[in-house]
Nanobody
Framework: QVQLVESGGGLVQPGSSLKLSCVVS????????IGWFRQAPGKGREGLSI??????STHSADSVKDRFTISREKNTVYLQMSGLKAEDAAVYYC??????????????WGQGTQVTVSS
């Protein structure tokens, strides 16, 4: 059973905005948090923003907190990104787990959606 499905990635220009979506199963929503992570080639999985499944509280990494916003509507978790930079290019994953922004604390994730930022 597919638990999380990311979508919304694509090729964008620097400075543009993009909204990613993640359809989350009821099972995945039973975890403490849903988080957006990303991984660029040759780099580790980087935690960006998480939202609590309990009270909707959010936390974001300092590197993106001024540009990225996580939100949830029913079974869909969104990541609104603005002011995209070249270094934002990565595969973005939606993950379910019980941690904060540490990938090791998450247990489920989807196939990812590619975000490419052109020069």
């Amino acid at each position: 059973q597919v638990q999380l499905v990311e979508s919304g990635g694509g090729l964008v220009q620097p400075g543009s905005s993009l909204k990613l979506s993640c359809v989350v199963s009821e099972f995945a929503l039973g975890y403490y948090a849903i988080g957006w992570f990303r991984q660029a080639p040759g780099k580790g999985r980087e935690g960006l923003s998480i939202i609590s499944t309990n009270d909707g509280s959010t936390h974001s990494a300092d590197s993106v907190k001024d540009r990225f916003t996580i939100s949830r509507e029913k079974n869909t978790v969104y990541l609104q990104m603005s002011g995209l930079k070249a270094e934002d290019a990565a595969v973005y994953y939606c993950e379910a787990g019980g941690g904060y922004l540490r990938h090791a604390e998450y247990h489920l994730w989807g196939q990812g959606t590619q975000v490419t930022v052109s020069s």
